[in-house]
């Protein structure tokens, strides 16, 4: 990620990525993505007439930066009102308000007429009752699973996806179990898993999974490193965050 010279607000950053291809806003004290954001836009495939939905948009950027792969549409949900506001100056700075919308909604009564050809989310992780509450309440919300839980996310997902479609996931690896129940409780299945490794010789932090209906066993992808033995980025992760086409993962 590269800072750029911009005239954000006074409590604002304004970020690039994939060489300045997409500006992102965000606030200095509010709630921030991280890594697992870009790692998410990289695994998702998608098709030119896919009808996409963001569950928990945050500020926008997974959306964003799906925004350099084919698709008809993005139709982002966003329970805050500031991030939901947020989500919608990003899409405009990139100029991206006929292909993605946000809405100002809670996932758990979300009751669209449509279905989607592909939902995906980069949720809440930690348990309502698990670490500490941040000062913040955008911070809080956004990293705890306050305004839904992991099983509210796959009831969502579920209720709103094509027979056919799929839906993709980021979750830290101590979250498998509740995955694979919740996604048991509304009919889906893997049907691709990559784990991601801070570094080479260490446990997985995180997975990303693309699931659907009906699937065959998992396939599982090669591994993803985000750092290499010097504690820099991997040529991977920044072939990832500079948006750069190193060949599908699948």
Request: charged share 30%; glycine share 8%.
């Amino acid at each position: 990620m590269k800072r750029i010279k911009a005239s954000p607000g006074e409590d604002e950053t304004l970020d690039s990525f994939y060489h300045g291809r997409v500006l992102i806003l965000q606030k200095k004290r509010g709630y921030r993505f991280s890594v697992d954001a870009p790692l998410l836009a990289d695994f998702i495939r998608t098709r030119p007439a896919d009808n996409l939905l963001e569950l928990g948009a945050g500020s926008g950027v997974i959306s964003l930066l799906l925004s350099r792969k084919p698709f008809r549409r993005v139709v982002c949900l966003e329970v805050q009102p500031g991030l939901a506001a947020l989500a919608r100056c990003n899409i405009a700075l990139n100029r991206l308000e006929k292909k993605i919308v946000v809405l100002e909604q809670d996932l758990r009564a979300f009751r669209p007429e449509e279905k989607f050809d592909l939902v995906f989310s980069n949720p809440p992780y930690i348990k309502r009752t698990g670490g500490h509450l941040s000062l913040s309440e955008e911070k809080s919300i956004a990293k705890h699973e306050i305004k839904g839980d992991i099983f509210d996310i796959m009831q969502a997902a579920g209720s709103v996806l094509e027979k056919d479609g799929r839906a993709c996931f980021i979750y830290p690896l101590k979250r498998k179990g509740d995955f694979d129940r919740a996604l048991e409780a509304v009919g889906l299945k893997v049907r691709i898993v990559r784990f991601v490794h801070s570094r080479a010789g260490q446990p997985a932090r995180w997975f990303m999974a693309e699931c659907r209906f009906a699937a065959p066993s998992p396939e599982v992808l090669q591994p993803l490193w985000v750092y290499d033995e010097r504690g820099e980025y991997t040529p991977e992760m920044k072939a990832i965050f500079a948006g750069e086409d190193h060949g599908p993962h699948f």
